[in-house]
């Protein structure tokens, strides 16, 4: 494949011991040291009550990183198209659902229901952001990171407009946790761009290759990927980071990786 290109302009960050991207930055850089920490979901205040009341944590996780994003990168949220990636959607709900009908009282909310379809973050996000713009969910189990910014970067090259990827997987409750052991919510959000402009933090240079993925130098850090689809990516945060020219293999469909070369802007 040919090469997809595009310039970062702003990240968002939520997960174990890790509250924004500015606090992600200054732990991968090394400047500040990482206590691992529960993952902290701020409250959807974009949303109405009524859809507020309606959202569990995956909602809460998504909008969280991606507002930090677009805000960050200071887009309106309402004008940028956004593409989600999810391992496995909304644990909590799945295991709401599979209770109910495991119950003699079988029938399920409109609430379960529609909560239900993957895509549910991207119809709160538009109702937050109050977007009429497209989004794109994709899923590929656990190289769902990858596939996202593949799509996110192609989105970017093809329209030649600003793009965002908001990526998030949440921790299953048990008995499903002990099939599917995601350990802890964590998400994070790209505002991608055509061109460089001032806001440009890093380019990004990235095929599809054979190889083995990358993990982060920092012993604790460097776990949350073994069991965190959507914390993939801190490799590639990592790198971003420390601010100096690097290569990282992110983990795609075996035996591919997405080989991603970034090159500060500063």
């Given amino acids: ?4 290109i595009a310039f970062v302009a702003a990240i968002g960050v939520c997960g174990p ?29 974009t949303l109405p009550p009524t859809e507020r009341r309606r959202t569990g944590r995956v909602v ?7 507002l930090e994003a677009v805000r960050r990168a200071g887009i309106d949220p309402k004008l940028i198209p956004v593409v989600f990636a999810s391992s496995g959607g909304d644990g909590d709900n799945c295991d709401a659902i599979c209770q109910t ?7 399920l909310s409109p609430t379960r229901f529609h909560n239900s379809v993957h895509n549910a973050p991207a119809g709160y996000w538009s109702i937050a952001a109050g977007a009429q713009v497209p989004t794109t969910t994709v899923c590929a189990y656990d190289a769902s990171f990858a596939a996202g910014l593949l799509e996110a970067l192609a989105q970017t090259a093809c329209s030649g407009r600003e793009t965002a990827l908001i990526a998030y997987d949440l ?17 994070v959000a790209f505002v991608m761009k055509p061109t460089r402009d001032a806001t440009a933090l890093v380019r990004l240079t990235a095929r ?9 130098r920092h012993p604790d850090l460097g776990k949350l990927p073994e069991t965190i689809p959507a ?7 990592e790198a971003i980071a420390l601010g100096r020219p690097a290569t990282v293999n992110v983990d795609y469909l075996a035996p591919a990786v997405l080989r991603i070369e970034i090159t500060p802007c500063s």
């Fill in 1 to 4: 494949m040919s090469d997809l």
């Fill in 231 to 237: 914390a993939q990516s801190l490799i590639l945060l």
């Fill in 17 to 45: 011991g890790l509250r924004d991207w500015t606090h992600a930055e200054s732990v991968l850089s090394g400047k500040e040291p990482y206590v691992p920490a529960a993952t902290i979901l701020p409250p959807p205040d």
């Fill in 208 to 216: 599809l290759e054979d190889g083995r993925a990358d993990r982060p």
């Fill in 101 to 107: 009908l495991a119950s003699s009282q079988r029938a």
């Fill in 171 to 187: 921790d299953y409750p048990e008995p499903l946790r002990a099939t599917r052991p995601v350990t802890a919510p964590f998400g």
């Fill in 60 to 66: 809460k996780l998504a909008l969280a990183v991606g």
